[in-house]
Antibody, heavy 121, light 107 residues
């Protein structure tokens, strides 16, 4: 069965860095675009980034451009999110999600359990 | 960026009620609209894509409709497991954006 498992969350000081990982299993990872979505405590969902199935294209929300990098290692079935220059407002649960590969735009059909990132001094 | 506005932000309903949630886009997004359900402490669950296509395994009491700028999610007969927060998401252009959510509570 399709499964995503995130790891790498924790507490980091403002200005610090963290790398999240998302291990995929149960589906052909190399053929699906992948997303990161976050949710601040008590708030709604916020899409962060997407990476093309072959790693050749990425898109980001403006607030993380130049600070976060989405990447993937298709040989390891793993998605990453490198987060630099972290700010308090980046505090959230971070979810990785698989794309449906639908002809009508993106859609996230499988989600991980999430990993908490807390940016605090 | 395309803004997505959901209404109401919360509602109270009883088991068996018909529930409708509305999502409005700040510009036309054709049918590039998804719906998700989220329960407290859990990851979102994917319900509907392309405005009206039901994801495999989702009960048929859920349905979606609309196009361009106005969309609806309808639960035809509310069940106990449906009490949750529902989010719409546009996939017409990046950045993908979600609505603020609609919390469905027990009356």
């Amino acid at each position: 069965q399709d499964q995503l498992v995130e790891s790498g969350g924790g507490v980091v000081q403002p200005g610090g860095s963290l790398r999240l990982s998302c291990a995929a299993s149960g589906f052909t990872f190399t053929t699906f675009d992948m997303h990161w979505v976050r949710q601040a405590p008590g708030k709604g969902l916020e899409w962060v980034a997407v990476i093309r199935y072959d790693g050749t294209k990425e898109y980001y929300i403006d607030s993380v451009k130049g600070r976060f990098t989405i990447s993937r290692d298709n040989s390891k079935n793993t998605l990453y999110l490198q987060m630099n220059s972290l700010r308090a407002e980046d505090t959230a649960v971070y979810y990785c999600a698989k794309d449906l590969r639908n002809v009508i735009g993106y859609a996230s059909d499988i989600w991980g359990q999430g990993t908490m990132v807390t940016v605090s001094s | 960026d395309i803004q997505m506005t959901q209404s109401p932000s919360s509602l109270s309903a009883s088991i068996g009620d018909r529930v409708t949630i509305t999502c409005r886009a700040s510009q036309s997004i054709s049918s590039y609209l998804n719906w998700y359900q989220q329960k407290p402490g859990k990851a979102p669950k994917f319900l509907i894509y392309a405005a009206s296509s039901l994801q495999s395994g989702v009960p048929s009491r859920f349905s979606g409709s609309g196009s361009e700028t106005v969309f609806t999610l309808t639960i035809s007969s509310l069940q106990p497991e449906d009490f949750a927060t529902y989010y719409c998401q546009q996939s017409y252009s990046t950045p993908l954006t979600f609505g603020g959510g609609t919390k469905v509570e027990i009356k």
